[in-house]
T-cell receptor
Framework: RKEVEQDPGPFNVPEGATVAFNCTYS??????FFWYRQDCRKEPKLLMS???SGNEDGRFTAQLNRASQYISLLIRDSKLSDSATYLC?????????????FGQGTTLQVKP | DTAVSQTPKYLVTQMGNDKSIKCEQN?????MYWYKQDSKKFLKIMFS???????INETVPNRFSPKSPDKAHLNLHINSLELGDSAVYFC????????????????FGPGTRLTVL
C-alpha cells in the first residue's frame, strides 16, 4: 500500500466550478500535512498547510481528519490558472528534520 | 532572487557515465534534500543533510553519493549511470523545525531533468 494515496484524475472542470480532492495516508505517526501544487515541468510549491481545525486561504480550504487519516482540499470558483497537479504531502519528522512523503498527485484541468 | 538553484537544468548522457548535479540555496537554511521524481510523477526523498551532516539516506543505490561542502550547497554525484536513473531530480531546503517557528516547509529548486541513453 502506498504511504500517501490520491486519485490521479484528471479532473476536468469548467471555470467557476467547485472541485474537491481527497487523500489518505497510512502512517498514523505522520506529524504535519500539506498540499503542494506542481505546474507542468516545474518544481512543487507549497499551497497550504493542513490542520485538524481546517484552514482556508481565499478560494482554497484544506481539512485534516486524523482519526480517518484523510486529507482534503476544496477549490471554489475554479480559475484557468488553477490547472496544475495537486500533491498531498505528509511529513514524518525525525528530531529537527522533516521527511516529506508525497502522493502521486491529482491533475486538475480547468476549462473555459 | 533565486532561492534554491540547480545546475544543470537538463542533462543528457550515455549509460555508464558519471555525472554531477549541483544545488545551492541562499535562504540561510541548515537542511537540504535531494528528491527524485520518476516518469510516474512520484516524488521520493533520497537524502537529507543538516549543516553538512547526513541525516536521511533512503534506500538508494550507492552509485548515488551526495556531498555537502557547506550548508548552502548539496551536490549529487551519480556513478555508472543506468537507464532507470532517468528522472527529474529536485533539490530542496528548509530550516530545522524548531528554528523555523515550528514549520516543516521545504523550498524546492527548479529541478534537473536527467536523461540516460
Amino acid at each position: 500500500r502506498k504511504e500517501v494515496e490520491q486519485d490521479p484524475g484528471p479532473f476536468n472542470v469548467p471555470e467557476g466550478a467547485t472541485v474537491a480532492f481527497n487523500c489518505t495516508y497510512s502512517n498514523s505517526a505522520s506529524q504535519s500535512f500539506f498540499w503542494y501544487r506542481q505546474d507542468c515541468r516545474k518544481e512543487p510549491k507549497l499551497l497550504m498547510s493542513v490542520y485538524s481545525s481546517g484552514n482556508e486561504d481565499g478560494r482554497f480550504t484544506a481539512q485534516l481528519n486524523r482519526a480517518s487519516q484523510y486529507i482534503s482540499l476544496l477549490i471554489r470558483d475554479s480559475k484557468l490558472s488553477d490547472s496544475a497537479t495537486y500533491l498531498c504531502v505528509v511529513n514524518m519528522r525525525s528530531g529537527n528534520t522533516g521527511k516529506l512523503i508525497f502522493g502521486q498527485g491529482t491533475t486538475l484541468q480547468v476549462k473555459p | 532572487d533565486t532561492a534554491v538553484s540547480q545546475t544543470p537544468k537538463y542533462l543528457v548522457t550515455q549509460m555508464g557515465n558519471d555525472k554531477s548535479i549541483k544545488c545551492e540555496q541562499n535562504l540561510g537554511h541548515d537542511t537540504m534534500y535531494w528528491y527524485k521524481q520518476d516518469s510516474k510523477k512520484f516524488l521520493k526523498i533520497m537524502f537529507s543533510y543538516n549543516n553538512k551532516e547526513l541525516i536521511i539516506n533512503e534506500t538508494v543505490p550507492n552509485r548515488f553519493s551526495p556531498k555537502s561542502p557547506d550548508k548552502a550547497h548539496l551536490n549529487l554525484h551519480i556513478n555508472s549511470l543506468e537507464l532507470g536513473d532517468s528522472a527529474v531530480y529536485f533539490c530542496a531546503s528548509s530550516q530545522p523545525y524548531r528554528a523555523s517557528g515550528n514549520t516543516d516547509t521545504q523550498y524546492f529548486g527548479p529541478g534537473t531533468r536527467l536523461t540516460v541513453l
